[in-house]
């Protein structure tokens, strides 16, 4: 990969000596040498292991259940149905519920009924892992099969079978935003463009799957409780809230996590349960899910459903944007989805200047696994809306798709931005950073080139698309808020720990902000000590997600630091006899700027206050230890008159330029060259960021290419398992040359934006819209997803049937 730093968009200050500095990241070394400590790497004397029983059914009522062969298990120690742990235990809290969605109760285990393939209906527990699944083997349920719910589509018609007794239909929600003259402007528009736009099911696949380690002491009633999970401190309250264990007993650590993605972000059935097995058991009990269990029951994400209305005037202006829209959930449960789902609906208008905007939501439930988080959270799904749809506009139209693009944008002299969702977009250069994804491409030069390969047989397509990110969401009345916390102590040898209540899973947090506090305190990296992930040292923090970790809780370490550079400057000024205005934070020291003889380390103010607190001045306390909570700005919770909120503080944007090469014998794509644009604010850590976008841009290609949660009409998952679900390898994807431009955040501490989720993000549609260009003269639409080579082969084929008898 090649990267290349461009000029700032706008001016900043002077860069600082260690932000901005391409650090490699010093907690790779411990993963890479294979001395990570993960989940499944912790042991305790007496520990019990946990398997589940999962049903084979996507929609049945439960008859009975039968432990008594698994209990006869030598081996085997408890066992549990879900009639027996709902005696015990609350339903689970849901962690977005809106006043006019429906609700039902979801316990640790299945109640009653199963409604999807792979939901928890038992749980057996032995002194061994292969006693555990032995014992789940010889578990016997006994169920009445019901007509499954597979299409969220048919799951909205009112024949359709219902998947909860309490609900009259499907539907979870219906929703309706509609902002300006949306009927009359489609109505005057020169041209109306109609798309049904589809996004396929997929999910994180993360390389350690989940896992849930509890230990519950008799006597003193309090749990450890070790788990793979993004949001410690949000996953304890969750479980507190779900058994009867006070928060305060709680103490939850995330150790080394082999990746999240939005996939370990709670609340899923099985981490209270773990914990209630180990209340009831006495013992330590571990869980560790497989892979085929990951991909039948962790969250899924994307799959959704657009009926586009797109009014365009004859000079490109874009006139009304409309759109039905649903949303397959799968089956109900307290996972973020809905939240998700919401996001796409509020980020469809993009970076263009849109005004007239209605979308009409439906949520649909079926007999699937439950809908989550997944990175690009919504935003992915509105940014493949409408970067297909101008694709699509501009070859009806006439015109080059980069020119409506750059017809229809937000200028940087427009911002902050109000858009037609409520929305405000805090800064950006869009044309800019369009642009140079087209220079990078070397976009002029292929389309030249273009006409002479078709003559040759050659089907070569390219795109230049464009990237929205918001990040660091908060919503309203729920754990997932809009603030975040951070602990800054100086001990008394003069070294710094950093306590933050963000948890990594690998996006480099020791390394940025041993580089932050290093700067804000004119120390060293090497001199600070970086804790994440437990409860009982951090102070309640919400996690990491949502790209929220360089707005959120750098800006709790920025503001924690500030509170410790006021003590250091009024201790260092009372005993250098200068005004603290005279001094700055240099090399681990204190030093006036008019006479440098007159200095003092941080060692020596950390000696002072803390052995020798009676040359401390008045009204100082000893020691150096501050918390700060950092509050995102930019938020506009209440919806207006209108039903317009902004939950997202800033946005980064950027471009995604893609050259393919389509076989049209085989449907197989060969990507040649691809351009990311990355502009996110002041960059902390370029060798980071990059690592960031370079991962995000794998795993946006194995869901534009090669991964698909496969359902059947009954109900079952066929691709339970990676031979099934294909996942992208290092020989499926080529390099990307990484762009930057940096065009600050005007409203966040340090101008930093997020930047964790936008290699994800596009793909799927530069791909899409690429592939559409290279099989233009065809005359085909590009609309199958993914673009597995079976797919794209039926598209050049215009037909969706079976295609095994053409080989035969």
């Known amino acids: 990969m090649s990267t290349v730093q461009l000029e700032r968009s706008v001016s900043v200050p002077k860069p600082a000596r260690f932000v901005g500095k391409p650090l490699k990241q010093r907690e790779d070394l411990v ?5 990570g400590v993960y989940v499944d790497d912790i042991k305790f004397s007496g520990m019990l292991y946990a398997a589940i029983v999962r049903s084979d059914y996507a929609h049945a009522r439960i008859k009975k259940v039968d432990l008594s062969q698994a209990l006869a298990s030598p081996k085997v120690v408890l066992g549990f149905s879900g009639d027996q742990v709902k005696r015990d235990t609350r339903p689970l809290p849901l962690s977005v519920t809106l006043p006019w969605m429906k609700k039902t109760d979801v316990y640790m285990l299945a109640v009653d009924k199963v409604h999807y ?137 995330a150790p080394h996590v082999g990746g999240g993605f939005g996939q370990k972000i709670p609340l899923y059935q099985e981490e209270p349960l773990v914990a209630y097995l180990s209340k009831r058991s006495g013992r330590p009990v571990k869980w560790i899910e497989t892979r085929s269990e990951n991909l039948k029951a962790a969250a899924h994400s994307r799959q959704q459903v657009h009926y586009v209305e797109f009014g365009l005037k004859k000079d490109g202006t874009i006139t009304a944007v409309k759109d039905r829209m649903i949303a397959d959930l799968g089956a109900f449960a307290p996972q973020s989805g809905l939240a998700s789902v919401l996001a796409t609906t509020l980020f469809i208008p993009s970076g263009y200047k849109i005004q007239n905007y209605e979308v009409d939501l439906h949520v649909a439930n079926t007999c699937k696994a439950p809908y989550g988080a997944y990175r690009g959270f919504g935003k992915a799904d509105a940014n493949f809306v409408m970067e297909r749809m101008l694709d699509i506009a501009a070859k009806e139209i006439g015109m080059d798709p980069v020119e409506l693009r750059l017809r229809n944008f937000i200028q940087p002299n427009e911002f902050p931005y109000n858009s037609c969702t409520g ?61 975040d916390s951070a602990t800054v102590r100086i001990d008394p040898s003069g070294k710094i720990t950093v306590m933050a209540g963000v948890a990594a899973q690998g996006q480099g947090h020791e390394t940025a902000l041993s580089q932050i506090v290093a700067d804000e305190l004119g120390v060293y990296p090497e001199d600070i000590t970086v804790i994440e992930g437990d409860t009982a040292v ?36 009372s005993r250098l006899g200068v005004p603290e205005g005279e001094l700055i ?41 501050e918390t700060a909570r950092y509050i995102t700005p930019n938020i506009r919770y209440i919806p207006d008159e209108k039903g317009r909120m902004n939950l997202y503080p800033s946005e980064t944007a950027g471009a995604y330029g893609v050259i393919v090469e389509v076989d049209i014998q085989t449907g197989k794509i060969k990507i040649e060259k691809q351009v990311f644009v990355s502009d996110c604010g002041n960059i902390i850590n370029p060798l980071s960021l990059d690592g960031q976008i370079q991962g995000g841009i794998a795993s946006g290609i194995g869901g534009a290419i090669f991964e698909e949660l496969v359902y059947t009409n009954e109900g079952e998952l066929q691709s339970s398992t990676f031979v099934d679900y294909l996942v992208p390898t290092a020989m499926e994807i080529p390099d990307v040359d990484v762009v930057h431009m940096v065009t600050p955040s005007p409203i966040t501490l340090g101008g930093f934006k997020g930047a964790g989720e936008g290699g994800t993000i596009t793909p799927p549609y530069g791909l899409a819209n690429a592939v559409q260009d290279a099989l233009d003269t065809l005359k085909v639409s590009v609309e199958l997803q993914p673009l597995s080579p079976e797919n794209v082969w039926k598209t050049v084929r215009g037909r969706t049937g079976p295609i095994i008898a053409e080989f035969l």
């Open 31 to 35: 993963l890479v040498s294979g001395h």
């Open 423 to 483: 929305a405000i977009y805090d800064s950006g250069n869009y044309p800019g950073n369009l642009k140079l994804a087209v220079e990078k491409i070397g976009y002029e030069e292929f389309r030249k080139k273009q006409s002479e390969m078709r003559k040759k047989g050659t089907y070569k397509g390219i795109s230049v698309s464009f990237l929205i990110e918001p990040s660091a969401n908060a919503v309203p009345d729920s754990l997932h808020t809009g603030y």
């Open 117 to 253: 393939t792979g939901e928890p209906v038992a749980v057996v527990l032995a002194t061994d892992r292969y006693a555990a699944e032995d014992g789940a083997e010889q578990v016997s349920v006994e169920y009445e099969p019901l007509d499954p719910v597979v299409d969220s589509e048919k799951a909205l018609d009112p024949n359709s079978p219902k998947l909860y007794d309490s609900w009259d239909n499907n539907e979870l929600i219906a929703y309706n935003f509609k902002i300006g003259e949306v009927d009359e402007a489609l109505a005057r528009s020169d041209y109306v463009i109609k798309k049904k736009i589809v996004r396929h099911r997929y999910t994180a696949a993360p390389i350690e799957c989940r896992g849930y380690l509890a230990n519950y002491d008799l006597f003193s009633k309090t749990m450890t409780y070790y788990a793979s999970v993004q949001t410690p401190h949000i996953l304890r309250t969750l479980i507190s809230q779900s058994l009867d264990i006070p928060e305060d007993r709680i103490r939850l650590i």
């Open 585 to 625: 934070f240099e090399g681990r020291y204190l030093t006036s700027i008019k006479d440098p003889n007159k200095t003092i380390s941080i060692k020596q103010l950390a000696e002072i206050a803390y052995t020798k607190i009676y040359l401390l001045p008045q009204g100082l306390e000893p020691g150096f230890d």
């Open 538 to 573: 951090a102070p309640y923090g919400l996690g990491a997600w949502a790209s929220r970790f360089s707005i959120a809780g750098v800006g709790s370490v920025i503001m924690a630091c500030d509170k410790i550079k006021r003590k250091l400057l009024k201790l260092a000024s």
